[in-house]
């Protein structure tokens, strides 16, 4: 749902931007079949390009799925139910769903009361392509598919320039472009430009059945004068084609307006900037990141609203947490064979690894404020670490977690359920294609403290879990070889690398036999 929710905010913008084209380049020209067509491919495009994956960065060497993130957590007393705290995003998702239920059911309803009004009437003609019913509702005219509608009175009194002019209507088939866009405006309810787009429809519609008429050899002034006299008709069906839903003064101003030179039909083209640049912006890292955020915040409401099971977490609860980083070796490995699935190919090793929602910082925020110690496993001293294996799927979304290194099982449970709650990651990607990653992470849970119970420890040592063995590896800090980290803060920490292998003894030779761990610390 939350993917669905950042698509709509795209298709706003698209929108937004894609009407202001029109508007200020071809609504007053006198192409009305053509314009019509731009409007409907101008919606359609703005539903398009959000869809449309273009990335602006650069490729990324080849690394090794698995995070270096160790975890400390000391716990201290008792769990006490806290409450959810909604973030605005949050709100606004809630928000704009139940615009989109009463926006629907309202369209719902329409239709129904169209269809009953239709059938409610008399037929008065049928010609096999068009009926034209009678109500005695006090109703404007309108058309709707292949029904007139109209009320005794109209239909006494001038039923000719009324049936020509809702014919038009029905041959262009008039109807399906306002169900259409009325359906775009159930997702977009909070737009403008969506009620302003349909609004340019409806007018271009006007204007083709005008002309229409006036084709068909009836008097300008004559059917002018007609249009003056039914100004005073009522709207009441916003999904039909009314007959005098439209500024009058601009439809009579188009009907005396010569026709625009055809080379207008070439400012369409402003629109291929703009959607250029659409693409563009949606694909920025900044962008992608926003993205992601939004989608955590949307997916923590709709969890809430679905959560009906009780959580304990704690009170004195601190999560110490040192989280790096993993770069690639500069020269790139041989990606491993992909295991096969029922459902598609899982890697090891992608050229564009999967990254949490705002890379590593993130993920150290998030690791603090959703870990929780259990409250058994507290009283009873059990400690250790869990080393959890998931899958990143192309989508983005955690599945397939497995504990790899077993604890105990209340540790082991808590894991799973802090993994399993991750928002969707930035999906790894292989040729250019979002792929599923199998992916490791170590969660180390430790107690420090006294017997009271009080909650102490020290954050300042960086501990590390990697794919070689940080006793043995060859320790590099801004270039420099060490033999003790235990001193460095992880918050001072910009980056790690990790080499083994063939590339860590070729950038090293024999001290690089055991695997390499690169550190660049924050400037400052």
């Known amino acids: 749902m939350s993917i669905f929710f950042i698509y709509s905010l795209k298709v706003t913008l698209c929108l937004t931007a894609f009407y202001l084209v029109y508007k200020l380049l071809l609504s007053r020209d006198t192409f009305f079949a053509y314009n019509r067509f731009v409007l409907l491919g101008l919606c359609a495009l703005s539903l398009s390009l959000p869809l449309a994956q273009v990335s602006t960065s650069n490729p990324s060497p080849v690394v090794a799925g698995f995070a270096v993130v160790e975890t400390m957590v000391v716990s201290a007393e008792v769990y006490e139910p806290t409450s959810l705290d909604l973030s605005v995003t949050s709100l606004c998702f809630g928000v704009y769903l139940l615009g989109v239920l009463f926006f629907l059911a309202r369209e719902i309803w329409s239709l129904f009361s169209l269809r009953r009004l239709i059938s409610g009437g008399r037929v008065v003609e049928n010609d096999g392509t068009m009926k034209v019913v009678v109500v005695k509702d006090h109703v404007s005219p309108f058309s709707w598919m292949g029904n007139v509608v109209m009320n005794e009175k109209d239909y006494a009194d001038s039923p000719e320039y009324i049936i020509r002019h809702e014919r038009a209507h029905v041959v262009a088939r008039h109807s399906w472009d306002i169900l259409a866009c009325d359906l775009l405006i159930v997702f977009q309810w909070y737009n403008p430009a969506a009620w302003l787009l349909k609004s340019e429809l409806q007018t271009v519609h006007e204007y083709e059945a005008d002309r229409s008429v006036l084709d068909s050899g009836i008097n300008a002034t004559d059917y002018q004068m007609f249009l003056i006299r039914k100004t005073a008709g009522e709207k009441l069906f916003s999904a039909a084609n009314n007959l005098n839903q439209y500024s009058l003064k601009n439809r009579i101003t188009m009907m005396k307006k010569s026709k625009s030179n055809k080379w207008n039909h070439c400012k369409v083209l402003a629109v291929l900037p703009v959607a250029a640049t659409a693409l563009v912006a949606f694909a920025t890292p900044k962008a992608e990141t926003l993205t992601q955020e939004i989608a955590q915040k949307s997916d923590a409401l709709v969890t809430a609203m679905k959560q009906v099971t009780t959580q304990v977490p704690e009170t004195a609860t601190k999560a110490l947490t040192a989280t790096a980083e993993v770069k690639a070796p500069k020269t790139p490995q041989t990606p491993t064979t992909p ?136 320790v590099v800090v801004d270039g420099k070889h060490v033999t003790d980290i235990s001193h460095i803060k992880p918050d001072d920490i910009e980056s790690i690398n990790v080499y083994k292998g063939k590339s860590a003894t070729d950038k090293y030779g024999e001290n690089g036999k055991n695997g390499v761990i690169e550190i660049t610390m924050k400037k400052k």
Do not use: C
């Not at 096969?340 to 993920?363: C, I, L, R, S, T």
């Not at 409250?375 to 599945?399: C, L, P, Y």
């Open 339 to 474: 295991q096969d699935k029922k459902d598609g190919k899982v890697y090891d090793v992608v050229e564009v690894m999967p990254q949490f929602p705002g890379g590593n910082a993130e993920m150290m925020k998030f690791l603090k404020e959703n870990i929780r110690y259990p409250k058994e496993a507290h009283e009873k001293n059990i400690q250790g670490r869990v080393i959890v294996r998931f899958i990143v799927n192309e989508d983005g979304q955690v599945s397939d977690a497995k504990v790899a290194r077993s604890v105990d099982p209340l540790l082991d449970a808590e894991a799973l359920r802090v993994v399993n709650s991750m928002p969707k990651w930035t999906p790894g990607k292989q040729d250019g294609k979002a792929v599923k990653v199998k992916y490791h992470m170590p969660l180390s849970f430790q107690l420090n403290g006294s017997s009271k119970g009080k909650a102490t420890g020290d954050s300042s040592g960086l501990t590390l879990a990697s794919p070689v063995s940080s006793s043995k590896a060859y």
